[in-house]
């Protein structure tokens, strides 16, 4: 495997005639979306022996739409040089070396179809445009000439490789033109044959046409066809050949000399190897040309299904052509090819590079047709990455463009073997998952809900899950099966199910072994298991630890669920993040530290990750859930959503997270230390995937269409970019309809797509965005949340419509138009204009019967005639005959005289007018005028013409006819969008049930309940569902108080409280606090006020955060350590030690006399009440079960002050309890916090506060007799000595105590590091930081008189002295440094093996002799710079197998109490002798010279020990 970067690009844009190109030397580039890439090929690639030679070396960025067309410069000296034309309206010169635009014009002021870069002369880009413009522009001197040869749509031109004044256009229509732009683009010949688009042109690369032996007779079958204006002088006299490609499935060969064509090629159908034909290939054809160089009798073309054809041009009657890569299977595109470009290489091999829309991109040797190689592409959003976990470097990517990639990244031979699955897919590929053990077997989801399982290794379509989600599948995961699938048999059990996470918020467990059968939605378990009643949260995310014991359950409101199988109890809630959660990963369990298995990192629509550790909460297994409010790390710097967090498998607490302000991010999480960022995506990132094999490898995607391999160690930057990234904005920017002089038509045929079959392999842009259809180039891919609901029916109403009926003014101007025979003309729809002046008049009604009325309108001697047969047909006594029956029927509107039969008659033929004419209305009311209601009634219900009138005049026909009628009603109603007066006349029909589905159905919530609550009974269960329903909407959309409502209006108030808290905010918190409070969730209740309280104390709201904390009485232990808090701040504000002043302090925290510890006691006594040990011990209990992880010196100062107040308030309480052992507990784990986040200060003013007087007070209490908690307290002495050390020391420097405190102050920044890094066992890296830290400067000749406190405090110092301390921290240092030095060795041997794959290929001496050679040149390099270094991997292991086992050996107490460094405390002593002598007596210094001999051997002592102990 090459340790070089790689990238897996976006597809080539299709449909477009020139949009890639080559240039000699090996650089090849191709339009993809709205940039070009860049790729290197040939010997220069610098790609590894025995792969494939080539690379993508770069992109040129900086387009806004779709890139239509690219062109290299073919001119020696400027083959850096290339155009490329874009839907935004620009042509743009790009240097490929600097990747910058050197100029731009936007001359064009429609879509740009063609390209060309002429041969011919160096500076001359020409380009065409759908309207038919064409512009030539000189670079050099930047000139441009516009040309309008015809009004047709440009589809391809090519500028002549032999003439510089010669380009041939070709247009949608199948004309071809070649015009001499010197002539101000007079047309030379128009080339007639094609009756298609011309898809390609190609120039015979040799002037002349004596290349080719076509007679004058040839084709004597096309006539003549007349050119343009033909001098004898014109520049083609001596003519050349020219290829042109159509659509129309020919390629015609022709002549310029002659001006017609010579040879006509049919494409031929072959069958494809492996099926049938394709009944849509023969509609779907590109047919593109290249006329390979020095070969005018050979032509290259596409043809129907992605085959390449090498056609011989010699026997033109024979139409011989060969296949490309007839031998190889497979070798082919397999779908049409759209551009064809040479390239020769700098070994001289002829190349062919073919793009098609199968979104691979072929190198095909010219010598032997064969394929060389294969880039495959990207034609959507990476939307997931996944290892297989059995086939190591089997790498699974799912496209937005409805196919799998499986990736072989192993591969020696090839490093892009790639396979595509798209069977079955047909939709956005979302999620992917592979069975842990079962080879080969990937699961996968869909954004249209599906999930499926693919077998890898063979080509049989996949097995689908018959339940599918509603909305978007989110995750996959594979863990132990539980109730029901648990409960068969062993035979019937699988031992493993799949677990999928949807849209709709549902994780269903599926069968892999009966996908047929029904997936089971895990809530019903939970809900039994646990007895839940509320309604569950909204699921988001589903993981399972590695050991199949817990699963994890991330929730839309932020939290996060821990359950334990068999049947998913509930053993822990995360309440940390407060948006949807994106991400949830394990730590992986085969680490130097398994503890760290428990590790849970979880990423959310905030840009904060949270790590948490859940050991302690797993091996309890409490009877109750336990709600966890403080994660154990927390990582800041993205700036936008984490969409996936990874860690990696070969460290312990390293991880990788993806995000939404295009970064990836690796972190150190034990120190919360951000190591490296990876900036390569130009888009926001989706998913992020560790190498299994290489720890320096991690692999990327996103919304850019790409996916990345990186290596860590080559990233420059270290963090995320703070601010808003230019990402969001430019996609904000880019999504603005760029403003254009004239509304461009959007030409059909350049998007023929939109017409094709979807087979799984079609752009996904094409099905969802309203932006340009090329490949996937639209700015918007519909992939924002993916979560958005409907709209809540308050803002979606829709207004009610009637069918609105125009009615033609001059009825009488027809009349005359009007025959017998009854053949009506229908009168043409007025223009706007006539209409709004003839509504202005005042309009007569229409007649009910104008056929009849008209024709009593004609002639006399017609109305005459009227009466005679009238007066035959009503005295004739006998029959009448057939003459006059003849008459009747002719002249129906007799009927208005004679029998009801004949009137019947006249009534039907005017019913016939009138629907005709488009006036329903009126035929209604004839029919009813007849007495036939009931039909009526349903010719109009099946013509949609129903009216109210109509409807109120039913029940004239009886009950079952009314009653049908208002159902027809309500259904055409609904067509018509008018759903809430449809729901009316339901309800008008008793059909109450009906009417409120049918508004819920449509989203009108509001009305709905309205109807329920007005017709129903309260307890029906349908009301429950409809507040259900429009809350869960209304919370998606951020409407929390109406939401809150409607679950409190569905007897669900836990719900309520819980949207109400979503939005965070203080005010939203409180109110959340007091409704659990009022409807009695107590326990959400409290949870909902302190995080109010945590929030008010970010602004130091104090009072505010008092206020919130009295909403239950079980945060009063809380109250008491806010009350601490809030005094200590005060305390430290006025001696000008905090950040930050406050204005809201509460009024007892005005007081500041007496002992800091009075005080507090005073305060909880008058303001809580705080008086009998009772109070206090119950208190002490309440606070005791609260724990928060250890600082690190990245802690936010409020929170650190926060904790370390908790563990003051637990002092104190004990203290008042008469419980001297918690105490003691207590103050140490304040002293070891402040301690531990490099907080000198606070540490110093701890126990200024609490213990002015130092520790005899406590030792006194404690009594003589050793206790459990004596090495505790020996501890806390320690840090007590250590502190009133360093402030003596500095004392020596500056006599003045003004300036003292200043000197502490500036003192804590430089010192945060070093107290971490002791705590953790000291680094290498801490000797210039020590230095600083204990070299004062300051004058020795001041006053060093030493007062009786001083000499006390000097000879007490012996207490540090600790032989056991020193043994055990000097093992902790020895373990640090040997474990930095493996590191180092490490990440130099990977270093040099990445500089040697990429600079001369891999080792010829193999892998094993370069590890060791490279271990052995840094061994040389340390045993230079320290003697003591061990020389060999070996002796370093053995060195730290033997620091391990001296701290095995040390007894808890010594380990589990942290105590100050005391080789630190020794240099401190021996400097304060230095500068003033006879300070300190001989026997302590002759003893910390003794312990730093002895224990000062590693590297960050090492220095001082020479100094000190010559």
């Given at each position: ?70 062109t ?59 309207k ?27 500028c ?27 047309v ?13 042109i ?172 294969s ?8 939307y ?24 072989n ?18 939709s ?50 594979w ?105 949830i ?66 460290h ?88 254009k ?34 490949n ?7 992939e ?24 033609p ?82 002249r ?47 010719t ?47 309800l ?56 809150a ?86 305390h ?36 809580f ?91 006194d209490k ?30 020596l ?19 945060s ?116 270094q ?17 701290i ?23 400097h304060?002798?230095a ?36």
């Amino acid at each position: 495997m090459g340790q070089e970067p790689r990238t897996l690009p976006p597809s080539p844009n299709w449909y477009c005639a020139r949009c890639s190109d080559a240039v000699p030397g090996g650089l090849f580039g191709f339009a993809a979306r709205t940039s070009v890439f860049l790729v290197r090929v040939g010997p220069g690639a610098g790609a590894i022996p025995g792969t494939p030679p080539f690379r993508v070396i770069g992109e040129l960025v900086g387009h806004t739409e779709r890139v239509s067309g690219f062109t290299f410069s073919h001119h020696p000296g400027q083959y850096n040089l290339c155009a490329t034309s874009s839907d935004d309206g620009t042509v743009k010169i790009w240097d490929v070396e600097t990747k910058a635009v050197v100029t731009e014009h936007a001359l064009h002021q429609h879509t740009i179809s063609a390209l060309h870069w002429s041969p011919q002369v160096k500076d001359l880009i020409v380009s065409g445009d759908e309207k038919g413009v064409v512009f030539c522009y000189w670079l050099n001197r930047n000139d441009i000439q516009h040309l309008f040869i015809e009004p047709r749509t440009i589809f391809c031109l090519t500028c002549s490789p032999h003439h510089e004044d010669l380009v041939a256009i070709g247009y949608k229509d199948g004309i071809v033109v070649i015009i001499d732009i010197s002539k101000k683009g007079e047309v030379i010949h128009r080339l007639r044959g094609h009756d298609d688009e011309i898809h390609s042109i190609a120039w015979c690369p040799l002037p002349g046409e004596d290349c080719l032996s076509i007679s004058q007779e040839e084709n004597s079958e096309e006539p003549e066809i007349p050119n343009g204006k033909v001098t004898p002088q014109t520049p083609v006299a001596k003519g050349c050949y020219l290829a042109t490609g159509s659509k129309d499935q020919t390629i015609r060969i022709w002549s310029c000399s002659r001006g017609r064509g010579v040879m006509v090629l049919k494409l031929p159908f072959l069958k494809r190897r492996g099926g049938g034909i394709d009944p849509t290939i023969k509609e779907r054809l590109w047919l593109t040309l290249h006329w390979p160089k020095d070969q005018p009798t050979q032509l290259v073309s596409s043809c129907f299904g992605g085959e390449l054809l090498l056609w011989d041009l010699t026997q033109s009657w024979r139409r011989k052509y060969t296949l490309f890569s007839a031998s190889s299977e497979g070798q082919n595109h397999s779908r049409i090819v759209f551009n064809l470009c040479p390239l020769q290489t700098e070994d001289d091999k002829q190349l062919l590079l073919s793009t098609s829309m199968d979104r691979d991109v072929k190198c095909w040797d010219m010598a032997t047709l064969e394929c060389c190689w294969s880039l495959p592409s990207l034609g959507g959003f990476a939307y997931k990455l996944a290892f297989s976990p059995v086939d190591m470097g089997c790498l699974a990517i799912g496209v937005g463009d409805g196919m799998i990639r499986v990736w072989n990244t192993l591969s020696i031979k090839n490093n892009y073997d790639v396979k595509n699955f798209w069977q079955g897919v047909k939709s956005k590929v979302t999620a992917l998952s592979w069975h842990p053990t079962k080879e080969g077997c990937l699961a996968f989801g869909t954004d249209d809900g599906k999930v499926g399982l693919y077998d890898t290794y063979s080509n049989k379509p996949p097995q689908i899950s018959s339940t599918y989600h509603k909305k978007t599948v989110y995750t996959l995961a594979w863990g132990p099966p539980l109730p029901p699938i648990s409960l068969g048999g062993e035979g019937d059990r699988p031992s493993l199910t799949l677990y999928s996470c949807g849209g709709e918020g549902i994780v269903l467990q599926h069968n892999p072994w009966k996908l047929s059968g029904e997936a089971y939605d895990i809530n019903k378990l939970i809900r039994d298991t646990n007895s839940i009643k509320y309604k569950l949260p909204v699921h988001t995310e589903v993981s399972w630890k590695a050991d199949g014991k817990i699963m994890a359950l991330g929730n839309e409101d932020g939290s996060i669920e821990i359950f334990q199988v068999p049947n998913l109890k509930l053993i822990c809630t995360i309440q940390q993040h407060h948006k949807l959660v994106n991400t949830i990963s394990w730590h992986h369990e085969h680490g130097s530290q398994p503890e760290l298995s428990y590790l849970m990192a979880s990423g959310s629509n905030n840009a904060v990750i949270y790590v948490h550790n859940l050991k302690t909460v797993i091996e309890s297994n409490p009877e109750s859930p336990v709600t966890i409010t403080e994660p154990y790390r927390t990582l800041l710097g993205h700036t936008a959503k984490i969409t996936s967090v990874a860690w990696s498998p070969h460290h312990d607490g390293r991880l990788v997270s993806a995000s939404y302000d295009g970064t990836a991010q690796v972190w150190d999480v034990l120190r919360e230390e951000p190591l490296c960022n990876f900036r390569g995506h130009r888009g926001r990132l989706l998913c992020v995937a560790w190498s299994p094999l290489d720890p320096d490898c991690i692999y990327s995607g996103a919304d850019d269409f790409c996916v990345y391999k990186w290596l860590t160690t080559m990233q420059e930057h270290s963090r995320p970019p703070q601010g808003k990234k230019s990402i969001e904005l430019e996609k904000k920017r880019l999504s603005q309809p760029k403003p254009k002089p004239k509304k461009k038509k959007k030409p059909i045929s350049r998007a023929p797509v939109k017409q094709e079959v979807y087979d799984g392999n079609e752009d996904e842009s094409i099905r969802e965005s309203s932006g340009p259809v090329e490949n996937g180039v639209s700015d918007q891919e519909g992939e924002e949340e993916a979560r958005e609901p409907e709209l809540p029916s308050g803002i979606a109403s829709v207004a009610s419509r009637e069918p609105v009926t125009c009615t033609p003014v001059s009825v009488g101007s027809e009349k005359s138009k009007i025959t017998v025979n009854n053949k009506v003309t229908v009168l043409k729809k007025e223009s706007p204009k006539e209409k709004s002046e003839s509504i202005t008049k005042k309009r007569k009604a229409r007649s009910m019967l104008p056929l009849t009325t008209s024709l009593d309108h004609r002639s006399k001697e017609e109305l005459h005639q009227d009466c005679l047969v009238l007066a035959t047909a009503k005295h004739s006594k006998a029959e009448l005959n057939e003459d006059v029956s003849a008459d009747l029927e002719e002249r129906f509107h007799l009927g208005l005289f004679t029998d009801r039969t004949a009137l019947y008659r006249m009534i039907e033929v005017e019913g016939k007018g009138h629907l005709e004419n488009g006036h329903p209305e009126l035929f209604h009311q004839l029919m009813f005028w007849k007495g036939d209601l009931k039909g009526v009634l349903q010719t109009a219900a099946e013509r949609g013409e129903l009216t109210d009138s109509l409807v109120a005049m039913a029940p004239v026909a009886g009950y079952h006819v009314w009653l049908w009628a208002v159902e027809a009603f309500a259904k055409q109603l609904c067509f018509q969008d008018q759903y809430v007066k449809a729901a009316s006349h339901l309800l008008s029909i008793h059909k109450v049930y009906e009417a409120v589905e049918l508004l819920k159905s449509n989203h009108f919530y509001r009305e709905a309940i309205a109807v329920a609550k007005a017709r129903l009974r309260p307890e029906d269960p349908i009301l429950k569902d409809l507040y259900l329903t429009w809350g869960s909407i209304l919370e998606k959309d951020g409407h929390y108080a109406v939401a809150a409502k409607c679950y409190l209006g569905a007897a669900s108030a836990y719900d309520a409280a819980k949207v109400l808290s979503k939005k965070g905010d203080a005010a939203s918190l409180r109110t959340a606090a007091e409704l659990a409070s009022v409807v009695g969730e107590n326990e959400l209740s409290s949870s909902l006020a302190l995080r109010c309280a945590q929030e008010l104390l970010l602004v130091q709201n104090w009072v505010g955060a008092q206020e919130a904390l009295k909403l239950h009485e079980s945060l009063k232990g809380q109250r008491l350590v806010f009350c601490l808090l809030e005094l200590l701040s005060k305390h430290l504000e006025e001696r000008q030690l905090s950040e930050g002043k406050s204005s809201s302090y509460n009024v007892w925290a005005a007081g500041t006399e007496g002992p800091f510890v009075e005080r507090v006691t005073a305060v909880w006594k008058s303001t809580f009440r705080l008086e009998t040990p009772e109070q206090y011990q119950a208190a002490l209990e309440q606070l005791q079960s609260i724990k928060y992880p250890s600082a690190t010196n990245n802690t936010p100062s409020k929170q650190l002050l926060l904790h370390i107040c908790h563990d003051l308030t637990l002092a104190v309480l004990s203290q008042q309890a008469a419980s001297w052992d918690a105490a003691v507990e207590a103050l140490l784990h304040a002293v070891v916090r402040s301690y531990d986040s490099g907080n000198f200060t606070i540490m110093q003013e701890v126990y200024s506060a609490f213990l002015p007087e130092g520790c005899d007070h406590l030792r006194d209490k404690l009594g003589e007799h050793q206790s459990p908690i004596t090495p505790a307290f020996k501890s806390l002495e320690a840090f007590f000595i250590y502190g009133r050390l360093y402030e003596f020391w500095w004392s020596l420097s500056r006599p003045c105590p003004e300036s003292s405190v200043w000197v502490r102050a500036a003192h804590r920044k430089t010192t945060s590091a070093e107290q971490s890094q002791q705590t953790d066992g000291a680094s290498p890296q801490e000797t210039d930081t020590k230095a600083s830290r204990t070299e004062p400067s300051g004058p020795p000749e001041l006053d060093l008189r030493l007062t009786e406190e001083s000499e006390q405090m000097l000879i007490t110092c012996k207490e540090l002295f600790s032989e056991k301390h020193a043994s055990l921290q000097n093992s902790q240092r020895t373990v640090a440094e040997v474990q930095e030095t493996l590191a180092d060795m490490i990440r130099q041997h990977q270093k040099s093996q990445v500089c040697k794959s990429t600079a001369n290929g891999p080792d010829k001496n193999g892998p094993e002799q370069v590890a060791e050679r490279s271990l052995s040149s840094l061994q040389s390099q340390c045993s230079q710079e320290e003697k003591n270094q061990p020389l060999s991997l070996p002796d370093l292991t053995k060195r730290l197998t033997e620091a391990n086992e001296r701290i095995a050996k040390f007894p808890e107490s010594v380990k589990l109490w942290p105590f100050p460094d005391v080789l630190e405390c020794c240099l401190i002593l021996l400097h304060v002798g230095a500068q003033c002598p006879g300070s300190v007596t001989p026997d302590m210094q002759q003893r910390a010279q003794e312990l730093l001999q002895k224990y000062g051997n590693t590297k960050v002592y090492r220095r001082y020990c020479q100094t000190f102990c010559p």
